[in-house]
Every structure is written in structure tokens, then in C-alpha cells.
């Protein structure tokens, strides 16, 4: 089963989590679907919605932070939409909401996107 599904809404990928927990047993398969979806966006910005995650673990940051980097690189916005209030800890925590752009829903984080 696929970690991940990705959806263009104009200019912008919406990249949305089938599975509510981001641990460690699946984190190298997000990795490599994260890794295959960079290649097919390009340039262009994503948001992450992270409504539906309850739990993430150290390892699943990891593979966001690569997917965020490898966009960066090719001069694309990486946001994150909605995280649920243990997201919005764990990206606080680790500092992560100082290099993602964190929106408390799809809809601002889309607007502030497709604004720049």
C-alpha cells in the first residue's frame, strides 16, 4: 500500500498520508515514495497535509526533511498543512517549524502557496 498520494490543484501538488502513523516500519517506504514524487514535481510548491497523521516518529522527519531539501534544491516551497496537535509538537520540538511553512489547514497553506 502506497504511503503517499499526490495531487496537483493548479500550480501546486497537495501531497496527502494514508496511513495515520509515521513510524519507523514504514519510514523507508516514505522515503522512496518521497524521493519518486520529488523527481515528478520539480519545481514546483507542495503542501503536505498532515490532517489525518496522529504520530510521527524520528525517522519519518528524517525522510521529510530529505523531500523538503531535494525541492529546496530545485526551488520549490515545501509547506505543511494541518498537523494535528502531536505533529504540530513533534515539528516544534525538533525545530522543524522553522524550515517548514506550517499552516493550520489545506486551504490557507494552498492560498499562501499559489500568493507567492
Known amino acids: 500500500m502506497s504511503m503517499v498520494s499526490a495531487d496537483r490543484q493548479e500550480q501546486t501538488w497537495v501531497v496527502s498520508f494514508t496511513h495515520s502513523e509515521l513510524d ?9 515514495e518521497l524521493q519518486s514524487l520529488a523527481d515528478k514535481v520539480g519545481g514546483e510548491p507542495v503542501v503536505l497535509d498532515m490532517a489525518r497523521v496522529s504520530f510521527v516518529q524520528s525517522e519519518a522527519l528524517g525522510a521529510l526533511v530529505a523531500f523538503r531539501n531535494q525541492l529546496k534544491d530545485r526551488g520549490a516551497t515545501v509547506a505543511v498543512a494541518g498537523p494535528t496537535p502531536p505533529i504540530r509538537r513533534a515539528l516544534h520540538i525538533t525545530r522543524l517549524d522553522v524550515i517548514f511553512d506550517v499552516y493550520p489547514n489545506l486551504d490557507e497553506a494552498l492560498a499562501n502557496l499559489r500568493g507567492r
Do not use: G, T
Open 24 to 32: 519507523a516500519l514504514v519510514s523507508r517506504q516514505l522515503a522512496e
